[in-house]
């Protein structure tokens, strides 16, 4: 028989509420992300990984000047000792502080295809190499001297720096992006000259506030240049809040060719744009057609941009071509600021411009601080030696009788000459050759000089104003590094007013004009037609539709509809669907109640007056610019209230007003008698009894009223022939023979 399986003891279990356990463990996972991967320390505006890859750097001696190192040693020891996280993660992370297009002021020197502009991946770590730059030195300057904490590394076998010495204003130089959870951090880059001298105010005026530093700081100084145009207002308001958007465009000129031509050459495109898929979605659109005015864009680039950008004709507006560019394509882009960073390395805090500034000088000063107490107990050590060696040379025949005779030597010179431990051990543990006859005013001479320096250390360290005073020269050092006469220090990026242009221009830049026929169905669905088609008897209409009404115009021309609920809506006859099929119901284009129709569909030429009138049989005169609306909701100018509805409207065009009824009555009276209004209900322009107002004209008594007949053709009375039914406002009126029985005058707009 085979043994008989025990089956194992059941574990403990504990029951936990789910909703509990999620929230423990979401909160740590939110924690862990905005502590240790997405926000940048205040203090040295880094992030883990960076802080880790210099350190790394700085411990395998990569300081500017020396041999470059393969870029895999310094992810593979990076990854070891300080970040067990992915190895391509670091290497882009690395990459990234190289780039001289990312990086306002690069931390890595790079060796090898690191990237470019154009958006191109870096060649991998095996074949690139890299070494610190300056400004990476500056950001470890002290580091040995106890300038910041440490704190023990992933694995408790080394320890590494909670915080950089930051001798560089570097979270606003260089910038920082980041997405953690339930918050973000975007803050571009700034020029290190300009936030130098604004800290320079902070210390001499430390409750200055953000916006007296822009007298400095005028905004973001991003490695690519470009044009910031936003006003002086909105920046400031960015800077005092912490958030806000930049504006950046382009730079451009133009180049004058032969015989009359010329050609558009834009030079700086905006931060973090890759230049290849830019001028990829320029040719889509020149495709697509979408960008008229183009007639061809080419990339010249070599070390520097120069992208080419060649007009249809010679006879646009250069500014036109780079408005409509703007609009459509990432030649103008927005760029966020979001001062979302940790406080002390622990809070996240969304702060403004003067408190950014102010974390790390307060930094400066800490490190400082740190900094001579270190060297103080360094230089305290060092005369205790000295004192030692003072005494051995003016007693170094007994000293070394003592170390020859003694078997315990230490305690007995310690007893002899009132030495201590340390002195005593820094005597036994002396060089023979260290006996010649000078060192004595050596070593009188290093005492001295110790001694003042010393002097000057406590100095510092008993006044706050002597080390506002060290951290300002400090501060003024890194000033004239990076001042505007460097060319790393120069202000790359300008500011400028947007110009102002004619939006229909604008508009109208963007579509190609080419003659249209818009077909609208008797039920609302809109199409166009490609060119002037006068037959439409071959068009196909849904079952129990049939054609409504047809009018030419072009792609770039504007419509304006007016519905029965009294409102004008505004309409692109480039939005509208192309005549395949159907089209589309007009309603998809504007918000229109269901139980609205259209009165009349038109294209908006400006400059025009209509007679508006309603059902009921008021109305007045309009200017066709106060009929144009901006929002799909359209634009309320006849006040009507259900069951009466806008019935109809008709061009300004003569000296007389013909309305007529549904009870096939028409009164005629002078245009004069209509007010002129922008919106209302009008005035009374027939009085019925059982009926309603049916159309309106508007005629010149010299040339009398005209009507088309059933079958289309123009029929007309004289002014003579009209006399029976001229009269006055709000008057009845009397039977119109001859008239169409339809009651309309077959007028379009």
């Known amino acids: 028989m085979g043994k008989r399986l025990i089956p194992p003891e059941p574990a403990e279990i504990h029951e936990v ?22 926000l940048p320390d205040a203090r040295d505006g880094l992030k883990p990984v960076h802080r880790r890859i210099l350190y790394g750097m700085r411990l395998l001696r990569l300081d500017p000047g020396t041999a470059f190192k393969k ?8 990854m070891g000792s300080f970040h067990p996280h992915g190895d391509q993660a670091i290497y882009d992370a690395m990459v990234r502080l190289a780039q001289d297009f990312a990086s306002r002021y690069p931390l890595v020197d790079g060796q090898g295809n690191f990237g470019n502009i154009d958006g191109d991946n870096p060649a991998a770590y095996r074949y690139t190499e890299a070494r610190m730059t300056d400004v990476a030195r500056l950001l470890l300057e002290g580091i040995d001297e106890d300038a910041v904490e440490f704190r023990p590394n992933y694995d408790g076998q080394t320890k590494e720096p909670v915080v950089l010495p930051g001798g560089f204003p570097n979270l606003l130089a260089n910038g920082s992006q980041g997405i953690a959870v339930g918050m973000a951090t975007a803050i571009p880059p700034h020029n290190a000259a300009e936030l130098c001298d604004a800290a320079l105010h902070l210390i001499d005026k430390p409750d200055a506030k953000s916006k007296s530093l822009l007298k400095w700081v005028k905004g973001p100084d991003f490695p690519t240049g470009g044009i910031i145009i936003d006003s002086k207002e909105s920046i400031a308001e960015a800077y005092m809040t912490g958030r806000g958007a930049f504006r950046t465009r382009a730079k451009w000129h133009q180049e004058e060719g032969a015989r009359g031509t010329w050609v558009i050459v834009v030079t700086e495109i905006p931060w973090l744009v890759q230049k290849s898929r ?35 004709s010679r006879n646009v507006d250069p500014e036109l071509v780079m408005e409509s560019l703007f609009k459509l394509t990432e030649l103008e882009s927005r760029i966020s600021l979001n001062l979302n960073v940790l406080i002390k390395g622990k809070i996240p805090k969304v702060v403004g411009l003067a408190e950014c500034l102010r974390e790390w000088l307060d930094h400066l000063r800490d490190v400082l601080l740190r900094r001579s107490a270190h060297r103080k107990a360094q230089i305290e050590h060092r005369l205790e030696v000295l004192g030692g060696y003072l005494i051995a040379y003016l007693n170094i025949d007994k000293v070394i009788k003592i170390i020859r005779t003694e078997d315990e030597p230490k305690p007995a010179l310690m007893k002899a000459f009132k030495l201590t431990e340390v002195q005593a051990d820094a005597i036994l543990n002396m060089r023979l ?14 005492d001295k000089n110790l001694r003042n320096e010393l002097k000057g ?27 505007p006469k460097t060319p790393l220090g120069k202000r790359r990026t300008v500011f400028a007013d947007a110009p102002e242009h004619d939006l229909a221009a604008l508009e109208e830049s963007l579509v190609e004009r080419e003659p249209v026929t818009v077909v609208v169905s008797d039920k609302g669905w809109v199409r166009t037609l490609k060119g002037h088609v006068e037959d439409l008897s071959n068009l196909s209409f849904k ?91 359209g634009k309320q100018v006849l006040n009507v209230e259900m069951p009466n509805e806008a019935k109809a409207i008709t061009t300004i065009a003569g000296d007389q007003v013909a309305v007529i009824g549904t009870n096939h009555k028409m009164v005629i009276f002078p245009l004069d008698q209509v007010p002129e209004m922008a919106r209302g209900r009008g005035v009374r322009l027939q009085k019925y009894k059982g009926a309603g107002l049916s159309d309106v004209a508007v005629f010149d008594s010299k040339a009398g009223l005209t009507w088309k007949d059933s079958a289309g053709r123009e029929q007309g009375l004289s002014w003579k022939e009209l006399s029976d039914w001229r009269g006055n406002r709000a008057d009845a009126g009397r039977l119109a023979h001859g008239l169409p029985k339809s009651n309309k005058f077959g007028r379009a707009i």
């Not at 509420?17 to 862990?32: C, V």
């Not at 050759?433 to 290093?446: A, H, P, Q, Y």
């Open 17 to 38: 509420q789910l909703r509990e356990a999620l929230e423990e463990r979401y909160l740590a996972y939110a924690l862990s992300t905005i502590m240790h991967r997405a």
């Open 433 to 446: 050759r260290s006996l010649r006859k000078l060192e004595e005013m050596e070593i009188r001479t290093e």
């Open 278 to 312: 830019l001028i990829e979605k320029i040719a889509e659109f020149l495709n697509e057609k979408k960008l008229p005015l183009l007639g061809d864009i080419r990339d010249e680039s070599a070390e520097d941009i120069r992208i080419v950008i060649e007009p249809k």
């Open 71 to 78: 870029s895999a040693k310094i992810v593979g020891d990076v």
């Open 543 to 633: 079952t129990d539709d049939k054609l409504g009404f047809a009018f030419f115009a072009e792609t770039t021309s504007k419509l304006l509809l007016f519905a029965t609920n009294g409102k004008f809506y505004s309409l692109d006859v480039a939005k509208l669907p192309g005549g395949r099929g159907h089209g589309e119901p007009i309603r998809l284009f504007i918000d229109m109640e269901q139980e609205t129709a259209i009165v009349s569909l038109f294209v908006n030429t400006g400059g025009r007056k209509f007679l508006v009138a309603s059902h009921e049989g008021q109305g007045f005169v309009v200017k066709e610019d106060d009929c144009v609306g901006t929002t799909r909701k």
């Open 457 to 483: 250390i406590n100095k510092i360290l008993g006044s706050e104003a002597e080390q506002w005073a060290k951290v300002g020269e400090q501060v003024r050092t890194v000033r004239d590094m990076f001042g």
